[in-house]
């Protein structure tokens, strides 16, 4: 009985061999294809990332790029403003100028209507404040009162000017987006 008890013994751990050996070799065969799958998806999300970050990245460039370009317009358009503005000052101070050195005279068109009422210019003027140009009656303005006016219509200018530079950022700015 007892070489019976030890061929079912020496059985009995030959069989426990195969199973651990069985479960070991299982075990080791699911690790690696579970592995393979954690492996596998971790490439897709870095994939997908990788994706998503170039996107990005496309998409602040092509952001980038436009507000370079703003950038630009805007640095063109304050240096064609600025040049306005310039420009309408010096042709307001040599108008200025000019006025200051008796070279130009200002001087406003009279009525030449008849007038009926007691309010209405009468065309006849004092000698010297009046002249025809082209037979049409003129009265020259006080030096003092014509750079007022200039000053009055270089500030109007400069509004104008002003004016103009807002409407182009205005539209460029609502273009862009």
């Not at 006016?149 to 987006?177: M, N, P």
Request: glycine content about 8%.
């Amino acid at each position: 009985m007892k070489l019976d008890a030890v061929k079912w013994g020496g059985a009995l751990l030959v069989m426990l061999g195969l199973m651990f050996g069985s479960a070991w070799t299982a075990w080791t065969w699911q690790a690696n294809a579970y592995g393979q799958q954690l492996a596998a998806k971790e490439t897709a999300y870095q994939t997908e990332r990788t994706n998503l970050a170039n996107a990005n990245s496309a998409l602040i460039l092509a952001e980038q790029g436009k507000r370079l370009a703003l950038e630009q317009w805007l640095a063109a358009s304050d240096q064609a403003h600025y040049r306005a503005l310039t420009d309408a000052k010096t042709t307001q101070t040599r108008l200025r100028d000019r006025l200051a050195t008796v070279d130009l005279r200002l001087s406003v068109l009279l009525d030449a209507t008849p007038a009926t009422g007691s309010d209405a210019m009468q065309t006849a003027t004092a000698t010297g404040t009046s002249s025809m140009v082209h037979g049409t009656a003129r009265a020259q303005l006080n030096p003092a009162h014509a750079r007022r006016i200039i000053g009055i219509t270089g500030d109007g200018d400069q509004g104008l000017i002003a004016l103009q530079a807002c409407q182009a950022y205005a539209k460029e700015v609502s273009r862009t987006k």
